[in-house]
T-cell receptor
């Protein structure tokens, strides 16, 4: 496998369910990201992990819980979601300079997980 | 607050009809401006990075330009396979996140 792989590609869940989205990158990058993409809206950055440490949490509701066990894997745990959380969730990775923490800026995205909350 | 505005929201072209997409931005010190292409059912795919006003980059039928306030993505003699959503993003001098625009949906008909 190459690039960034996301599973599942489609997920339908009830408001009381607990599910997880998985992302795996095969690029040797050291930073990983979760973005939310809703129709006709800009991509919203949710979380950033750099060198396995969370460096950004953009006021995301606690019903979204990220986990980064190593530099190749990223999870987004979902629980008691709302219908307005229905969206495309994109994972991305990049190579970041560990000394300056300035990224190479070029993100490689996965194909996304389409989430529908009933 | 850093902001990116893309126009038009949607654009329909005939095959061979050249046009331009606009990306206007306000940012506290530009570290880079990025163009991505997104096909239906896929994640965004990187096209170009521009770093300073006056810079231009080309790839096949696409040419990206940058000024101090905006960037243009020029599409010359487009083909149906150029149909996609084109996303623009900026990174400020300080911070490590990209701020995206809402995108322009391009449809090229044969």
């Amino acid at each position: 496998e190459t690039g960034v792989t996301q599973t599942p590609r489609h997920l339908v869940m009830g408001m009381t369910n607990k599910k997880s989205l998985k992302c795996e990158q095969h690029l040797g990058h050291n930073a990983m990201y979760w973005y939310k993409q809703s129709a006709k809206k800009p991509l919203e950055l949710m979380f950033v992990y750099s060198l396995e440490e969370r460096v950004e949490n953009n006021s995301v509701p606690s019903r979204f819980s990220p986990e980064c066990p190593n530099s190749s894997h990223l999870f987004l745990h979902l629980h008691t979601l709302q219908p307005e959380d229905s969206a495309l969730y994109l994972c991305a990775s990049s190579q970041e300079n560990p000394r300056t923490r300035s990224g190479a800026n070029v993100l490689t995205f996965g194909a996304g997980s389409r989430l529908t909350v009933l | 607050e850093d902001q990116v505005t893309q126009s038009p929201e949607a654009l329909r072209l005939q095959e061979g009809e050249s046009s331009s997409l606009n990306c206007s931005y306000t940012v506290s010190g530009l570290r880079g401006l990025f163009w991505y292409r997104q096909d239906p059912g896929k994640g965004p795919e990187f096209l170009f990075t521009l770093y300073s006003a006056g810079e231009e980059k080309e790839k096949e039928r696409l040419k990206a330009t940058l000024t101090k306030k905006e960037s243009f993505l020029h599409i010359t003699a487009p083909k149906p396979e150029d149909s996609a959503t084109y996303l623009c993003a900026v990174r400020a001098e300080y911070g490590n996140k990209l701020v995206f625009g809402a995108g322009t949906i391009l449809r090229v008909k044969s």
